[in-house]
């Protein structure tokens, strides 16, 4: 792992951010992480930053946040809306892990 970690740190800033910046999002494309930083609340990316890391594990994301998991359920579903995106795809949540770990939100 210790060159991935290489790889990523030495990536151009706003380069995970910028692979679905045309706008034509195919399959699997990396959403902004924009309309959640923009949102009202603030409690949004930290909740899919919880949910991503603990890989999709309710209760185990939930008790990191230190909220019940129907909280969190909330918080996703409105994550999931506001990106127009499926966090449960692979690619997505890995553009989505890599764009909260390179602004340092995760």
């Given amino acids: ?3 991935l970690r290489r790889t ?13 910046a045309d706008g ?3 399959p699997g494309a990396a959403p902004s992480l924009e309309p959640l930083l923009s949102y009202r609340r ?5 909740a899919v930053a919880a949910y991503l890391r603990h890989r999709g594990q309710w209760e185990r994301a939930a008790a990191d946040l230190g909220v ?3 909280t969190l359920r ?3 579903a409105t994550a999931t809306r506001l990106l127009g995106a499926d966090l449960d795809d692979p690619d997505v949540a890995s553009h989505l892990w890599l764009a909260l770990r ?5």
């Avoid at 030495?10 to 380069?15: I, R, S």
């Avoid at 603030?42 to 930290?46: I, R």
């Avoid at 390179?102 to 995760?106: D, E, I, K, N, V």
């Fill in 68 to 70: 019940h998991r129907n």
């Fill in 24 to 26: 034509a999002r195919s």
């Fill in 1 to 3: 792992m210790p060159v």
């Fill in 102 to 106: 390179t602004g340092g939100l995760a």
């Fill in 42 to 46: 603030a409690d949004l990316v930290p």
């Fill in 8 to 20: 990523l740190t030495a990536l151009p800033a706003g380069t995970v951010r910028d692979l679905g």
């Fill in 74 to 76: 909330y918080r996703i």
